[in-house]
Nanobody
């Protein structure tokens, strides 16, 4: 599976961005999918994940109520709508796929990773 993330950029506090992740090489409809981020000088951290059934979503406390993860299995795509952005959301954002489908918050449980897209939120 190859994943390609896009949609990052520089925005001001309070604005929105929508990240996309396109999957190639296989259908990801059976995969648990996630978004992670890595702030400057820090470790990669969980942001959100979504089960194959599309309905079940999970979020880090820091983004709950502001971010929304979604997927379009027919198009083999994953999305992250980010609203009310804050400077502390500044990071490289990665999409990831977990072929086991069991669902995890742990970086090490994801098999495939996109290249990352940079989000910068200015104050």
């Amino acid at each position: 599976v190859q994943l390609q993330a896009s949609g990052g950029g520089t925005v001001q506090t309070g604005n929105s961005l929508r990240l996309s992740c396109a999957a190639f090489g296989t259908w990801i409809s059976a995969y648990n999918m996630g978004w992670f981020r890595q702030p400057p000088g820090k470790e990669r951290e969980f942001v959100a994940r979504i089960r194959p059934n599309v309905k079940n979503t999970y979020y880090a406390d820091s983004v709950k109520g502001r971010f929304a993860i979604s997927r379009d299995n027919a198009r083999n795509m994953l999305f992250l709508q980010m609203d009310s952005l804050k400077p502390e959301d500044t990071a490289v954002y990665f999409c990831a796929a977990d072929s086991s489908g069991t669902g995890s918050y742990n970086v090490n449980d994801y098999d495939y990773w996109g290249q990352g897209t940079l989000v910068t939120v200015s104050s």
